[in-house]
């Protein structure tokens, strides 16, 4: 098993890595000193491969499980299932001395997060990810929230969990589309961060994709502790976190304009990461081969790089893009890369050249589309 330390003071916590960990999730919890009474909230898929395991184990340690089953999918992500998440607290007398397991992939930590930083002003939370996409990302760092048909993410907190759980025996159920989504967050890490890592998942990005146990662990445990750094660094955004966005300009404007149904998360953000290299080397002059390797690896992990779009659906973009959380005083800004493993943040980047390096990402549709 693998630990990785987030280092926020008296709030920091751990991120458990390693495979078969499940079983110890109520001896985990009771170490914490949590109180006796939790709620696991997950979702459809999630919630009849583990949520009776993760009962199980808390019972063994004492502990007075409920659980809450939320839809699954994106959509599910909105204000009127954290109403009925509400509700369904109120209903069994949830105190404050309880706590909530988030059991499932981002959807299902980034609303039961919310959740628990609000409910009661405040409850105690454990992040259990099942998918890769949460267990090198949404799980850490502490941002919860929901989307908004205006956009995603524009309601939400900053509510950091008492642990992180990271089952890699999870991700053996994970529906393969999922786990291609998963490596967009991973790529980014290497983008970002670390020219080492991404050439390490260009030379093992093969066995990475059929689970391999070893590889697999090193590369969460890895883009773990990136974030866990910049999350130590700057907690609530303020500036250097903002690399943690790299991408997602262009990607949540994606998710917003198709109804959070046509792509997945990690495949709008490859989308994004692909316009945001573009975009790096037209204004900062990332070299041509480095955007080449951006390029290549997300096509061999099975992701898009371009869209298709019509006109009215372009201005949708570029509406839902104006609305992103990370638009300052009406400026679209961007994460742009110098190179591989280096980014700089807060880039205001002028409208004209946006539409020029669509052009180059954006396919027309054809026939009648």
């Known amino acids: 098993m693998r630990v990785v330390r987030v280092p926020l003071g008296e709030r920091a916590y751990s991120i458990r890595i390693g495979e078969g960990l499940l079983s110890g999730l109520g001896q985990d919890c009771e170490r914490l000193g949590l109180g006796r009474h939790c709620t696991i909230i997950s979702d459809s898929n999630v919630a009849p491969l583990y949520a009776r395991r993760a009962a199980q184990s808390l019972e063994r340690a004492g502990f007075e499980p ?71 990302d949404s799980s850490v760092g502490g941002k919860v929230g929901v989307n908004l048909k205006a956009g995603k993410n524009l309601v939400g907190a900053f509510h950091q969990p008492r642990l992180v759980v990271c089952d890699l025996a999870t991700l053996e159920t994970l529906p393969p589309r999922e786990l291609r989504a998963g490596f967009a967050e991973v790529i980014k890490y290497g983008i970002i961060a670390d020219a080492r890592l991404f050439r ?74 692909v316009f945001a290299a573009r975009l790096s080397a ?34 949708n973009v570029s509406r839902a893009m104006r609305l992103d959380k990370k638009t300052s005083a009406g400026e679209i800004r961007f994460v742009l890369a110098e190179r591989i493993g280096q980014v700089v943040w807060g880039r205001a980047v002028a409208a004209s050249v946006i539409r020029e390096v669509f052009d180059l990402l954006l396919r027309k549709p054809s026939g009648g589309g």
């Not at 404050?96 to 002003?121: E, K, P, Q």
């Not at 081969?289 to 099975?302: K, Q, T």
Request: hydrophobic share 40%.
């Open 66 to 136: 409920r659980e809450i089953t939320i839809p699954a999918g994106e959509t599910a992500k909105c204000l009127a299932r954290v109403s009925d998440c509400y509700h369904e607290l109120a209903r069994h007398r949830a105190g404050r001395d309880s706590f909530i397991v988030a059991l499932g992939g981002g959807v299902v930590g980034d609303l039961a997060g919310f959740v628990a930083a609000t409910y009661l002003r405040g409850l105690a939370l454990v992040q259990v990810p099942t998918t890769l996409l949460a267990q090198v």
């Open 200 to 273: 390490r998942l260009e030379r093992d990005l093969d066995p990475l994709l059929r689970r391999d146990g070893g590889a697999l662990a090193a590369v969460v445990a890895r883009c773990c502790a990136i974030k866990a750094a910049v999350v130590g660094h700057d907690e609530t955004e303020q500036g250097r976190r903002a690399v943690l966005n790299f991408g997602h300009t262009v990607g949540h404007a994606l998710e917003a304009v198709f109804g959070y149904g046509k792509y997945l998360h990690g495949e709008a953000i490859a989308v994004g990461q």
């Open 282 to 315: 037209r204004l900062l002059g990332l070299p041509e081969g480095d955007v080449d390797r951006i390029r290549s690896l997300f096509e061999r992990a099975g992701l898009p790089t371009s869209v298709c779009l019509s006109p009215h659906q372009r201005e």
